[in-house]
């Protein structure tokens, strides 16, 4: 029997569905509908799909021509599947269809698509170079303004941190209690002329006490001025936090924040904090010859506190490295660098290499002005008023140091208070310094400092008795808060020990000056050394420890011999025999 194919204008697709063959359809005279099908690749992608038809009508015509369009239709499909298995990829998913892609630049300069890809490379790259400078350029500008605008007047950290309490509702002070809060001192005039940049070709070191008021006065100067030209900063032991108080001093970010350091393989705190506070100063310094030729003065750096440094290799090299812009920058009067120290090594230190620097020593206060400066303190507190006779015999106590002042002020009861501040200084001078009488050899080298320590306190207790009896047998006014001092030189002899005397002013125990004159670090300290020596029986206690360090040091130096295999009655004689002198 002859199959009768329908023709291909007959056939419509009805639905679509993935299936893996192809079916073609074909009309029989005895079945309805007999498919007759290629084999598709397996897969169920979207572009693979079969379609189920079914006939409308039938179309007589020749065999022939019905069988060559059968033969057309097979072939159409087959072709169209063999392209499918060509860009079948195996992964379950018949890619779509390829773009077309266009051949050559798309805005072709020459015929060569080679010259047109090199030109524009070297193009994007000649934009990113040119970019890249102009960036440089812009940060190293945008450096020096925050640098300079790190110094003009109205703002700074240091400044502003220190009158936040007054300018709180509950401690705003009126304008007659501003001026009692902090009386003018006689040395004040010379630090504002410094401040205020009115002195050139020269750098200063202020030295005193601890608490002697070194700090307040520069911050009274930076006060009148809006803190304008003046830049403050304390130094740390730790050179890494002092690069970064450098860096807020000066508004200056170490390039830490640049870009650039995207395209950089080192870190830039790789090189350590002495390099970085050597670039900082150099852009300082920059800033600073811009800022002179607007101004016409310098900018003045203080740098507070410099006995933090460690006294070590990286201390006094941090400490030179200070010293040599300070005398490049008072050479050309573009800075002026204020150094303040509470310990006398730095200044001998910057003794060695100075050229121009100048000290200033900022003492206590003399009776007279301490005494009227804790009456207008206590007024400046609305404390209730205090009798004459209080407030001498607390002078007396706790001399003429500004910091004791302002805490005594505060008390109800100040004489009772100056007293208890005598007893907790004696106290810790005994933890410090105590004696141990029959000490074993383990504390030998602390009782050697403590006994050379007491030493040199009985000699400042000794030299202030005298001069008392001194000014009552002459009938001249005597100055109770006027401490004893005494040469270094002498010092050395009292003490046996050198090396003493550093140690005991970073113990804050002495203060040596300018001129070096050692003195107790306070008259607190003059006081409590006076109680423990005028106990009874101190001297031989001094004198006790000595000679036991004496014997440990003889039994250190003592050699045994030792004899075995010694019996009874066996004798040991040993014979010294000397020479002649040797010429």
Request: glycine share 6%; aromatic share 6%.
């Amino acid at each position: 029997m002859k199959v009768k194919p329908l023709a291909l204008g007959q056939v419509r697709p009805c639905s679509v569905r993935p299936a893996r063959r192809a079916t073609v359809a074909f009309r029989t005279s005895w079945s309805p509908l007999v498919a007759l099908s290629t084999r598709t690749p397996s897969t169920s992608g979207p572009h693979l799909q079969a379609a189920r038809c079914r006939p409308h009508s039938t179309n007589s015509g020749s065999s022939d021509h019905r069988d060559a369009r059968v033969r057309n239709a097979m072939q159409f499909s087959t072709t169209k599947n063999d392209k499918d298995k060509d860009n079948y990829t195996g992964d379950g998913e018949q890619p779509s269809r390829a773009p077309y892609v266009r051949t050559g630049s798309v805005f072709p300069i020459s015929s060569s698509t080679l010259f047109d890809a090199a030109l524009t490379s070297i193009v994007g790259l000649g934009i990113v170079f040119l970019g890249g400078v102009a960036y440089i350029a812009w940060y190293k500008k945008n450096v020096l303004d925050k640098i300079e605008k790190a110094f003009d007047g109205g703002y700074d950290p240091v400044l502003a941190l220190a009158d936040f309490e007054k300018g709180t509702p509950s401690r705003r002070l009126t304008e007659n209690d501003q001026s009692l809060e902090h009386l003018r001192r006689k040395e004040q005039d010379c630090v504002d002329d410094i401040i205020k940049g009115n002195t050139r070709g020269h750098y200063y070191f202020l030295i005193g006490p601890k608490g002697g008021g070194k700090s307040t006065l520069i911050l009274e100067a930076m006060r009148a001025i809006q803190a304008e030209g003046v830049s403050i900063l304390d130094a740390h032991p730790d050179l890494e936090v002092f690069r970064l108080r450098l860096g807020k001093a000066l508004n200056y970010e170490f390039h830490e924040d640049s870009q650039t350091l995207l395209f950089q393989r080192r870190d830039p705190r790789e090189a350590g904090p002495a390099l970085d506070i050597e670039r900082a100063l150099n852009k300082l310094e920059k800033v600073a010859l811009r800022k002179a030729k607007k101004t016409g003065r310098p900018l003045v750096l203080v740098f507070n506190n410099i006995q933090h440094f460690n006294n070590d290799e990286n201390g006094r090299n941090m400490l030179l490295l200070l010293q040599q812009k300070a005398e490049a920058w008072a050479a050309g009067g573009i800075v002026t660098t204020v150094f303040s120290s509470d310990d006398f090594w730095p200044c001998l230190l910057m003794h060695k290499a100075a050229n121009r620097m100048h000290v200033l020593t900022i003492g206590d206060l003399s009776f007279e002005t301490a005494r009227h400066a804790l009456g207008h303190m206590r007024l400046a507190r609305n404390k209730p008023h205090a009798n004459q006779s209080t407030i001498d015999q607390t002078v007396t106590l706790v001399g003429g140091r500004l910091s004791y002042l302002g805490h005594m002020a505060q008390m109800e009861d100040m004489l009772r208070g100056a007293r208890d501040l005598v007893d907790w200084q004696r106290e810790w001078l005994l933890s410090q310094i105590g004696l141990i009488p029959d000490c074993d050899d383990d504390v030998m080298d602390e009782q050697k400092w403590s006994s050379c320590s007491w030493l040199l306190l009985r000699e400042f207790v000794r030299l202030h008795k005298e001069r008392q009896k001194e000014c009552q047998a002459a009938g001249l006014p005597w100055d109770p808060t006027e401490l004893p001092s005494i040469p270094y030189g002498r010092c050395r002899q009292i003490m046996t020990r050198t090396d003493f005397i550093e140690e005991l002013d970073r113990t804050n125990i002495i203060s040596i000056g300018v001129k070096l004159d050692v003195r107790p670090d306070s008259m607190l300290i003059l006081n409590a050394a006076r109680e423990v020596v005028e106990e009874e029986g101190f001297d031989d206690l001094l004198q006790n420890v000595r000679d036991r360090i004496d014997e440990i040091e003889s039994l250190h130096r003592t050699r045994e011999i030792t004899f075995k295999d010694l019996n009874t009655g066996d004798k040991i004689r040993l014979r010294v025999e000397k020479g002649p002198p040797r010429l």
